[in-house]
């Protein structure tokens, strides 16, 4: 899957640590895009309260003990029910794009 063929899908940009309701409502995943500049972790809950976790991805690997960064788009095909949460990963640089779309 490439961003082309996503169709009706909203983004929201995520640059800070800690936990950001998206939406309230029942909504579904779509994708997760990794900008490439820091070690990027996220971890998306249903609801507002984010205690039911959906789905946690890592956006960088290690290669010979160095962390590789590296722009991706992984898809994660996700229903949301009550709403969206996530959780962003302490680094020192978050740079990631949600695709979202509500029901």
């Known amino acids: 899957m490439s961003l082309n063929n996503l169709i009706a899908a909203k983004t929201t940009r995520l640059l800070v640590t800690g936990a950001t309701c998206i939406s309230s409502t029942n909504c579904c995943i779509v994708g997760v895009h990794f900008n490439g500049t820091g070690t990027s972790a996220i971890t998306i809950f249903a609801g507002v309260t984010a205690s039911t976790s959906v789905a946690s991805v890592?956006?960088?690997?290690?290669?010979?003990?160095?962390?590789?960064?590296?722009?991706?788009?992984?898809?994660?095909p996700a229903y949301c029910s009550g709403g969206i949460t996530v959780s962003l990963a302490e680094s020192?640089?978050?740079?990631?794009?949600?695709?979202?779309?509500?029901?």
């Open 92 to 103: 020192a640089d978050q740079n990631i794009t949600l695709y979202w779309s509500p029901v």
């Open 58 to 76: 890592r956006g960088y690997r290690t290669a010979a003990a160095a962390t590789v960064n590296e722009p991706r788009y992984i898809p994660v």
